[in-house]
Structures are given as structure tokens and as C-alpha cells.
């Protein structure tokens, strides 16, 4: 799904979306949307089959929306199909009951097939199968609502035939004559082509190949624990995302950089994808102000760039911006960057929770230098009163001058524990070295790093590395 496409999708919506019918060569234009598809097939080892009626020289059509149906239908038809699979894809002049000539177009392939009980929801938006079989593959699940919506539009009907593991075979059937068509305008020639059908095969041709190391497939947790924060001038694609995103996070939308920092001062986000160009504060300079302020500057930004405007990424990254992506972006590829970011940060959190002796008290990486310098604060200030056990969060809070509030916001956003525990995981990780030593009893101990009770100590201990002190030196 590009941008784009998006927009398009956005038009539907609103009702807004108009048939424009050309008279000419079906044959050859389906013939043709055939072969671009050619190189993706080629590199996926698929037998392709094209049969196209040469019957169809001299027939009305809306050119843009049956490119985007084949499109869509034959995307489908490589991507859920592995390799060595076939696709079949004919192209027939039939006659329907009143006598009329129609179009029937069958795509059917031999892949991994679609459930009985996925088939009803295939059509519907945002909808993706996430079985076993499915796994692997990218999608944002609007390319079949799309183009059922086209070919109802165009008073045409789509079906959908399929045995799991044994394949699929969508037919669409369409009206050839002017008048079975509705209401229309008539072109002469392509107007206002958006983006062309090769370009936007050329771009699936790029996922391909990156698919595998980087659009990993999204296994997000779909209970939207996590928040996102899209902010965006253009209402349809701030819409478009903010829905497309709410499958799996709980998002929130700004629709410029002044907005979008106030939001973000007053709530925890996990992320924010932010438009560039944009009126009163733009991309770049929300980026700035979000990483110089310890209230947001832990924050993952991904920037949205225009084509041609990578510099503006440069700069962007220089002011801490986390990724970019320059549009018109496939929304499959932003999906995966922020799993990728969000993921990231988890993982970094869950080895810092691991406590292992010695380590380093590794935070997330790409860390904000404002971050970093709160991180080593925070470090040196324990350093110098973990083994003091009146050493509490009201202490701690008031040596690095700030709130309490903020406190608990910084730690929990960099390292997911509160204060409280970072002092005690702190105190547990010296504790370990000590106990190494063999030169102390594990109350000595105890009361060096900081704990006034052994046998709390002890406890402590043992809940985060199962196991007692005096057991963990055997
Ligand atoms: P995109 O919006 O990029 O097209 P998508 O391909 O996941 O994403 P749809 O084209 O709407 O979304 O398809 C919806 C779902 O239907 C897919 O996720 C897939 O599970 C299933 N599906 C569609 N076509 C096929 C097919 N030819 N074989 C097997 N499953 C299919
Ligand atoms: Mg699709």
C-alpha cells in the first residue's frame, strides 16, 4: 500500500470517486499489465500463465481501476504464492444473461490458499489472515477492500474460490459497453496518472528483496498496549494512518508540530511519526524540541520526508530523529520500522532487567544525548549512595534535580523499572561482584551495598536470580 494508493482508498471513503471510461484495446492493455508482472514472477521461480482474449480490441474500460485491481489481485496472487508455485491468469469476453458482453478475469494461483472461515474477511479492511502459512509475508490488508470497492464502482463483481494449502482464484467480471456502466466522464487520454502500474511493481520488487532481513513479519502484540503519535498536515493521510495504525497500537494525531509537542508533554508515548513539512512548527523542529526536553526526549521520532528531500533526513537525524522514511513510502515498510524501534527498545530493557554482574547499565541504544547524560547522572549519583540505606527515591530524585514524577517518567521510559528497583538492581549487581570475592559473609554484604536487613537482602536476591546468596557462590 503506497501513499498514494492511500489517497485513493481516502477518496472512496468519502464517496468521492468517479468512473472515467476510455474506449480502446482491453486486449492489449491487460496483455500489458501481464508483462510487467513478469521480472516479479521470474524472480520468485513462478510458472506464470497468461491467456488474454484478443477479443476485447474495441471496448470501454476505466483504465486507472482495472490497473489497480489487477494490481492488487496479482500482488496478492506472487506474494501468497511460495516458489516453483503457478499462477494462471486469463482474461475472457463472456456473455452475461441479458446478452451483454462482460469481461472475466480469473487470477488463480496455487499457493498457500485461504481459509473457509478467513474467506468472508479477506474483503474487509485492514484485515490480514495471520496464520502459520501467511507468516513471512507483508501487508497492510486494504489491497482486496480496495479493489472490491473499484469493482463495485464500476457496477462489476467480484468472487473468491480457495482450499487452504491448495490455492486461490479470484474473478472479477466487468461490463464492456458504455451504458452498463454508471454514471461517467469520458477520457481521451491518461490524465493526472498518479503513479505507474511499473513503477509500483518496481517498488514491490524492492520489498522483495529486502522483505527478508528487514520487513520482519509484525507478530505485534495486539493488545495496543503501546502508544503512537502520527503527526500530519494532510487530513486523508493523517486519517489513513492513524487508522492503519490503530490495528495494533493506541494512536493519537496531531495535525501539526505545535500540536504534536503539547500532546507529547502530556502523555507517554512509545513513538512518533512526524511529517516534515508542515505549517507553524514543522518535522524537524518538533524533533529538536521533543529530544531537548527530558519530559519527551526519549521518544523514538520517525520522520516522513518528501522524495528527493533526504537531506532534510540528515539534518533530522542530526537533532535525534530515529528513522526516516521519504514518501510516498509503502506503509508495509513504516510498519515494520516501527515494530523494529518499539521491538528494539524492549529488547534493550530486557537485558538491562537481567542483572548481570558487571554489565554495563546498557540503555536503549540511539539513546537522545540528552538521555544519555540523564543515564550517567543517574549512575554517578548511585554510584556514590547505593551503599547508604536511606537512600531513597525522595534522596535520589533531589540530587538530580528533578521530580519525582519526572524521575519515575525518565526511568521507566529508558530502563521500564522504576527508580526504586533501578536502586535495588543496582545494588544487587554490586552485590554479586562482592559476593565473587569469597571474601565476605553474605550479611557483610548485605549491609555493603546498601541493604539494612540480610535476611530482606537475601530475599530480594532471590527473586531476581533464583537462587539464595549463599548458594550462588557454590
Ligand atoms: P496489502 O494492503 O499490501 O495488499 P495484503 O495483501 O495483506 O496487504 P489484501 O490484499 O487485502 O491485503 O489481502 C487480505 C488477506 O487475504 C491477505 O493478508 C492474505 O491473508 C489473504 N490473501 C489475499 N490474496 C491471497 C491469495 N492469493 N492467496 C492466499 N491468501 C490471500
Ligand atoms: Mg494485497
Not at 122 to 128: E, I, L, S
Not at 331 to 339: D, E, F, P, T
Request: aromatic residues 10%; negative net charge.
Amino acid at each position: 500500500m503506497l501513499t498514494n494508493e492511500i489517497l485513493t482508498f481516502r477518496k472512496f471513503e468519502a464517496g468521492k470517486v468517479s468512473v472515467s471510461l476510455t474506449q480502446g484495446n482491453l486486449t492489449a492493455l491487460i496483455q500489458g499489465v501481464a508483462d510487467t508482472f513478469k521480472t516479479l514472477t521470474e524472480q520468485k521461480n513462478i510458472a506464470f500463465n497468461i491467456a488474454v482474449d484478443f477479443n476485447l480490441e474495441n471496448v470501454w474500460y476505466d483504465k486507472g481501476k482495472l490497473e489497480n485491481i489487477l494490481f492488487n489481485l496479482l500482488s496478492n496472487a506472487i506474494k501468497y504464492t511460495p516458489e516453483k508455485g503457478k499462477i494462471y491468469f486469463t482474461a475472457t469476453k463472456i456473455f452475461n444473461s441479458l446478452n451483454k458482453p462482460n469481461v472475466l478475469i480469473n487470477i488463480q494461483d496455487n499457493g498457500i490458499g485461504i481459509s473457509k472461515s478467513a474467506q468472508s474477511k479477506v474483503f474487509d479492511r485492514f484485515y490480514r489472515d495471520d496464520s502459520e502459512q501467511a507468516n513471512g509475508s507483508y501487508g497492510t490488508g486494504i489491497g482486496l477492500a480496495l479493489t472490491k470497492q473499484m469493482v463495485e464502482v464500476l457496477n462489476g463483481k467480484i468472487t473468491l474460490e480457495s482450499e487452504i494449502n491448495k490455492g486461490s482464484s479470484f474473478k472479477v467480471i466487468l461490463p464492456l459497453e458504455k451504458d452498463d456502466f454508471p454514471t461517467h466522464d469520458v477520457k481521451n487520454k491518461d490524465s493526472e496518472e498518479q503513479i505507474s502500474l511499473q513503477e509500483r511493481v518496481l517498488l514491490m520488487s524492492d520489498l522483495n528483496v529486502v522483505d527478508s532481513e528487514q520487513v520482519q513479519p509484525l507478530n505485534v502484540k495486539d493488545d495496543n498496549s503501546k502508544k503512537v503519535l502520527v503527526v500530519e498536515d494532510n487530513t486523508d493521510l493523517r486519517e489513513f494512518l492513524a487508522e492503519a495504525l490503530s490495528v495494533n497500537y493506541t494512536v493519537s494525531v496531531a495535525e501539526n508540530g505545535e500540536i504534536g509537542y503539547g500532546l507529547a508533554c502530556e502523555n507517554d508515548y512509545d513513538l512518533i511519526v512526524s511529517d516534515i513539512m508542515m505549517p507553524k512548527v514543522n518535522g524537524l523542529e518538533l524533533c529538536k524540541m521533543l529530544k531537548n526536553n527530558l519530559q519527551t526526549s526519549h521518544i523514538p521520532v520517525i520522520l516522513l520526508t518528501a522524495k528527493n528531500q533526504e537531506e532534510d533526513y540528515i539534518e533530522g537525524l542530526q537533532y535525534g530523529a530515529d528513522d526516516y522514511i521519504s514518501k510516498p513510502f509503502n506503509l508495509n515498510v513504516l510498519q515494520a520500522k516501527i515494530y523494529s524501534i518499539i521491538e528494539n527498545r524492549e529488547k534493550l530493557i530486557q537485558r538491562f532487567q537481567k542483572v548481570e554482574e558487571d554489565e554495563e547499565q546498557s540503555v536503549v541504544s540511539n539513546i537522545s544525548t540528552l538521555d544519555q547524560e540523564f543515564m550517567n547522572k543517574v549512575n554517578q549519583v548511585i554510584e556514590e549512595f547505593y551503599v547508604d540505606s536511606a537512600f531513597d527515591i525522595d534522596a535520589f530524585s533531589s540530587k538530580l534535580y528533578v521530580s519525582r514524577s519526572l524521575l519515575y517518567k525518565k526511568l521507566k521510559a529508558l530502563t521500564d523499572v522504576s527508580p526504586n528497583e533501578y536502586i535495588t538492581i543496582y545494588r544487587l549487581k554490586k552485590s554479586l561482584t562482592l559476593l565473587k570475592s569469597n571474601k565476605h559473609q553474605v550479611s557483610e554484604v548485605a549491609f555493603m551495598v546498601g541493604f539494612n536487613d540480610p535476611k530482606y537482602f537475601s530475599r530480594v536476591f532471590k527473586k531476581y536470580y533464583n537462587c539464595s546468596p549463599s548458594s550462588y557462590l557454590e
